[in-house]
Nanobody, 126 residues
Framework: QVQLIGSGGGLVQAGGSLRLSCAAS????????MGWFRQAPGKEREFVAA????????YYADSVKGRFTISRDNAKNTVYLQMNSLNPEDTAVYYC???????????????????WGQGTQVTVSS
C-alpha cells in the first residue's frame, strides 16, 4: 500500500515557476515508478512526467520537456516536479501516482498506476 499526498500548487503568473511535492507513506515507494499527471477542466487526465524507481530514468510529455524536471528522494519518500516557464496551458489539477514494481521503463498510461494522490491545483495567469 502507498498513500500519496501532493502539495505545492498555487497561482503563478506566466513565465513563473512552481515546485510540486508528493510525500509517500508505505513500504513500496522506493520500488515504485513515480509519475505526475494533470487534468484540466473538461479534459482527460494526461501524462506529464515519470521517474524510475531508482531515479535513473526520467520521461516527459513533449509539452513539458525542457521546462519541467521530475526528481525523487527515496530517503524522504518524496517525489518532486519542478515547473519552470509556466504558461496558461499548464493550468490543471496535478496528481502524483505510484506504480510499484522495480521498473526502469516508461509508464505513461493512467491505468498503469495503482496509487494516486489527491491532486493539487496549479493556475497560471496570463
Amino acid at each position: 500500500q502507498v498513500q500519496l499526498i501532493g502539495s505545492g500548487g498555487g497561482l503563478v503568473q506566466a513565465g513563473g515557476s512552481l515546485r510540486l511535492s508528493c510525500a509517500a507513506s508505505g513500504r513500496t515507494f522506493s520500488s515504485s515508478t513515480m509519475g505526475w499527471f494533470r487534468q484540466a477542466p473538461g479534459k482527460e487526465r494526461e501524462f506529464v512526467a515519470a521517474i524510475s524507481w531508482r531515479g535513473g530514468r526520467a520521461y516527459y510529455a513533449d509539452s513539458v520537456k525542457g521546462r519541467f524536471t521530475i526528481s525523487r528522494d527515496n530517503a524522504k519518500n518524496t517525489v518532486y516536479l519542478q515547473m519552470n516557464s509556466l504558461n496558461p496551458e499548464d493550468t490543471a489539477v496535478y496528481y502524483c501516482a505510484a506504480r510499484p514494481g522495480y521498473s526502469d521503463y516508461e509508464h505513461r498510461i493512467v491505468a498503469e498506476y495503482g496509487y494516486w494522490g489527491q491532486g493539487t491545483q496549479v493556475t497560471v495567469s496570463s
